[in-house]
């Protein structure tokens, strides 16, 4: 009898930090690598007598990332405490929401393999965050750094509905992508402004049965998650088809050793003993407030990538890079206010600038800072003025590159840059070039058109890129006999 196949089944959990400038419920500061333990307060270390104040801007910004995931927002929500003991929880109890969230439904639309896909949300909630445990900065030792603590959070839980570790990648990307959109969160695995606990569980293919699971934390890249996914998934087949049964267990990754271990016994509601939170009154969302962040929100990737190809005849390559981080895609629309062509803006986005941020190991947000949209509008313009050649604009390009308040203009002028189009001193680049690469010329002259290219490449070089390639083109073929 074969063994049957098996299906994975990934609901995921993702913690994501608000964009504020203070914490959940009092007024330290939520701001990220202060020295540990500076910014704390009796309300964010729990001391006796101590109350919570809600934050109003924590709310605006939840309200904000459950409306553009597509969520309703409760009019009504309640916090509560959930129970558990941890030495970075000073309190004793995480202020949370449990029964009656903030916010329900909504979904986050993917596409993995050309096929598109709808994974639902059930729920998002607003909490606290819990200090950190460092256990590398004393032998023998843990610290523990409260600054974390009590900073404000919403907790995004989807629906069981990805069957891949690819799907939950695609999830989690989507999911970046919209939040970034929505200004809610810097969305930063590395500074831990968005971390992602991964719920999967094995069964049957065909089967609609949902068995016990276990919850993979320590993840630090989405990549990861992917690989966690899949050595988990597999240990759960391997188990299951040596006639054994999975326990319902917290689970941790290691990167380093590429392995998945048990952490302790997975917890269930009824472990945390919820209760309304005494200090905090029920929150009341109005209609007119949902209704006033609604009309605030702007345009999302989907519909950008869509707008961009449609209104402005970009490839559906360059419109997903472009959309794919709302610090491109608000670049990009920069170079257009500027008066950029579109094709040729996003010919460079795609192109040069994103080298220069990969190369320097920079993020899209920076971009601005290395090059400076009215510098790149100013290159766009020259080129398509016939001022410079595209072979020149690298030239001023890589000028901007090491100064950012360089002028083009000034680097055009300075180098001699500016494109030449007079006969006369383009027929006397060609004829060095034929000199110096007699071969190549003579195949060329004797029809062997392929050479066009080369011989063009070298004149640009002999011209430092000032030569005009379409003239050169036509100056080169009436040379072809025949």
């Known amino acids: 009898m074969s063994a049957p ?34 910014n704390t307060c009796p309300v964010c270390l729990g001391l006796p007598g101590a109350l919570p104040v809600l934050n109003d801007q924590a709310v605006e910004l939840a309200v904000r990332a459950a409306l553009a995931i597509g969520c309703t927002v409760q009019p009504r929500s309640v916090f509560a405490r959930k129970n558990y003991f941890y030495p970075d929880l000073p309190k004793g109890y995480q202020i949370s929401q449990f029964d009656q969230p903030l916010a329900t439904g909504g979904a986050i639309d993917i596409v993995v393999g050309d096929q598109p896909m709808r994974v639902g949300v059930t729920r998002l909630h607003m909490e606290e965050d819990a200090g950190k445990s460092l256990h590398d900065r ?22 069981p509905d990805m069957r891949s570790s690819a799907q939950a990648g695609a999830y989690l990307r989507a999911l970046k992508q919209v939040l970034e959109y929505a200004a809610v ?18 069964r049957p293919a065909g089967s609609t049965e949902l068995r016990n699971r276990t919850e993979i934390k ?41 392995e998945v271990r048990p952490a302790r016994s997975k917890e269930g509601s009824h472990d945390y003993r919820y209760f309304p939170e005494p200090d905090l009154p029920p929150l009341v969302v109005s209609a007119e407030r949902v209704a006033r962040i609604r009309a605030s929100l702007p345009e999302f990737p989907a519909a950008k990538r869509a707008r961009y190809q449609s209104a402005l005849g970009l490839s559906a390559a360059d419109a997903g890079v472009i959309a794919a981080s709302a610090h491109l895609a608000r670049y990009f629309e920069a170079l257009l206010a500027a008066g950029a062509n579109a094709k040729a803006a996003a010919n460079w986005l795609t192109g040069s600038a994103l080298q220069a941020l990969n190369e320097r190991t920079l993020e899209p947000d920076q971009l601005e800072r290395i090059v400076p ?94 030569a005009d390639p379409k003239k050169l083109a036509a100056l080169l073929g009436a040379r072809v006999k025949g």
Not at 7 to 35: D, P, R
Request: proline share 2%.
């Open 5 to 38: 196949a098996w299906e994975m089944v990934v609901g995921l959990e993702v913690h994501v930090q608000l964009k504020t400038a203070t914490k959940a419920f009092c007024a330290c500061s939520a701001e990220f690598g202060a020295a540990p333990n500076s």
């Open 138 to 159: 004393f032998a023998n030792a843990t610290a523990i750094d409260l600054n974390r603590a009590s900073v404000p959070l919403v907790e995004i839980v989807s629906e």
């Open 185 to 202: 969160s810097d969305c930063s695995m590395e500074l831990g402004s968005l971390r992602v606990d991964a719920n999967v569980s094995a």
């Open 218 to 258: 320590n993840v630090n890249s989405f990549s990861n998650v992917e690989k966690a996914l899949e050595l988990e998934f597999a240990r759960h087949v391997a188990t299951y088809e040596a006639g054994g049964s999975i326990q319902q267990q917290t689970m941790l990754f290691d990167a380093a050793k590429g």
């Open 373 to 466: 949209v009215a510098a790149l509008a100013r290159i766009i313009a020259l080129v398509q003025g016939g001022t410079i050649s595209s072979s020149a604009a690298k030239t001023v390009f890589a000028a901007v590159l090491a100064d950012p308040a360089t002028n083009p203009d000034d680097v055009v002028k300075s180098q001699g840059l500016a494109q030449v189009s007079d006969d006369g001193a383009l027929v006397g680049w060609i004829d060095e070039v034929f000199a110096e690469l007699p071969a190549e010329a003579a195949r060329f002259v004797g029809g062997e058109r392929k050479l066009q290219g080369v011989l063009i490449g070298a004149i640009m070089k002999k011209s430092k890129g000032s």
